[in-house]
């Protein structure tokens, strides 16, 4: 049988061509396993699995041998201090995405604004995460996607956030007809190109509905800025995340369609992750 310092060891090596945790993704799996906190595994690393643990630990870590990620095989992923619910309908939550949370916050607070959309919210991270945090906000979440909206509408329950938020199964803007103050979104933005460069991780596992985002990536792009306006008050804004290497061209969308104090912000790892444009009326 074996110990919590064996399954950690055992981790380490079957799964050092796959991930670079190898042994942080095995004690994830054993908390989830074993219900016990990191430090019970760190300080306990002699203490035996029990048969039942052990068998469904050995099943997830195949699982991760094979590429399944992490937040598939136990279900959930942290964001912005929130646990969100993830399947195969939605995309992970990546620590990049918080940055245009940030933003959508810091204008949200600054412009005093209250209505907010979250187009193309998968999961509904972005939408519910300033949900949770800015009491005062009413925010719909939109998809394209019947399975993740359902996720999403879970994750409001599990937030408490469900009296604010709305849900719409919608292509886009099909079917929404109102206007908000805030349209942010983490559309499909992965190119052609670059879709066959990904990770066994990200291209056996997640939806290539929420990656591919056309040709050269920018489709989505295009269309929402092109008909953001419409959906916009007066003085409203549009927050995006982009790929690393399409800041100018979303800038020039925005520019082309009207928009004022284009800003675009930079990842932790230096990369441009967020445009950001305002509707501002004529002058």
């Known amino acids: 049988m074996l110990t919590i310092g064996d399954a950690v060891k055992l981790a380490a090596e079957k799964l050092k061509e796959i991930s670079d945790t190898p042994s942080l993704d095995g004690r994830i799996l054993l ?6 906190d990191e430090v019970f595994l760190l300080t306990h690393r002699e203490t ?20 399944m990620p992490i937040a598939y095989i136990v279900g959930y992923k942290e964001f912005m201090g929130f646990r969100f619910k993830v399947n195969e309908h939605t995309l992970i939550p990546r620590p990049d995405t918080e940055i245009a949370v940030e933003k959508a916050i810091e204008m949200i607070r600054e412009k005093k604004y209250r209505k907010v959309l979250d187009l193309c919210s998968g999961s509904g991270a972005i939408g519910l995460s300033i949900a949770g945090i ?17 996720v999403s509408m879970e994750n409001a329950e599990h937030l408490g956030v469900q009296q604010r938020v709305k849900f719409i199964q919608s292509d886009l803007f099909e079917k929404i007809d109102e206007k908000y103050d805030l ?3 983490n559309p499909p933005y992965i190119s052609g190109e670059d879709m066959e ?3 066994v991780s990200v291209k056996e596992y997640e939806p290539h509905s929420a990656l591919y985002g056309g040709a050269r990536g920018l489709d989505f792009y295009e269309e929402i800025t092109k008909n953001a306006e419409k959906h916009l008050t007066e003085n ?15 800038e ?6 009207g928009f004022k104090n284009i800003i675009t912000l930079k990842d932790l790892s230096g ?10 009326p004529e002058t």
């Open 183 to 185: 349209i942010v979104s």
């Open 48 to 67: 035996l699995l029990s048969e039942e643990e052990e068998r469904e630990y050995l099943a997830k870590l195949s699982q991760r041998e094979k590429g």
């Open 134 to 150: 800015l009491e005062f906000t009413n925010v719909t979440l939109s998809d394209i996607n019947k399975g993740a909206i359902s």
């Open 252 to 257: 020039k969308m925005l520019k082309e369609n």
């Open 31 to 36: 908390k989830e396993v074993t219900e016990k």
């Open 271 to 280: 990369h441009h992750r967020v445009v950001s444009g305002e509707l501002l």
């Open 197 to 199: 460069e990904l990770s």
């Open 236 to 250: 409203g804004m549009l927050i995006f995340e982009i790929g690393y290497d399409q800041s100018q061209e979303v």
